[in-house]
Nanobody, 115 residues
Framework: QVHLVESGGGLVQPGGSLRLVCAAS????????MNWYRQAPGKQREFVAT???????NYASSVKGRFTISRDMTKNTVDLQMNSLKPEDTAVYFC?????????WGQGTQVTVSS
């Protein structure tokens, strides 16, 4: 059974940094594209960043230059380093594993950017 567990969320002041970690188990990690999404209150879930099984990286325009996604094939983790955080980055952040035939989600971790 696939499990994705996010950690690292919390409360941070504007301009601060957080590092989110998604730990994957029960899957062949190297075969999956790994993504981060977020959902703010009253809004739809939106794409944040992706790192494919072959290492191709892409970001939403709203986070490009501030966020960095990476994956560790030995630890089966995918990280999201978030710098220069803004209040509009406040959301629940979800880890997503997308394979050829299936799609898995974590429970999410709350990120709140506020002074």
């Amino acid at each position: 059974q696939v499990h994705l567990v996010e950690s690292g969320g919390g409360l941070v002041q504007p301009g601060g940094s957080l590092r989110l970690v998604c730990a994957a188990s029960g899957m062949i990690f190297s075969l999956y594209d790994m993504n981060w999404y977020r959902q703010a209150p009253g809004k739809q879930r939106e794409f944040v960043a992706t790192i494919t099984s072959s290492g191709i990286i892409n970001y939403a325009s709203s986070v490009k230059g501030r966020f960095t996604i990476s994956r560790d094939m030995t630890k089966n983790t995918v990280d999201l380093q978030m710098n220069s955080l803004k209040p509009e980055d406040t959301a629940v952040y979800f880890c997503n594993a997308m394979g050829l035939l299936n799609n898995h989600w974590g429970q999410g971790t709350q990120v709140t950017v506020s002074s």
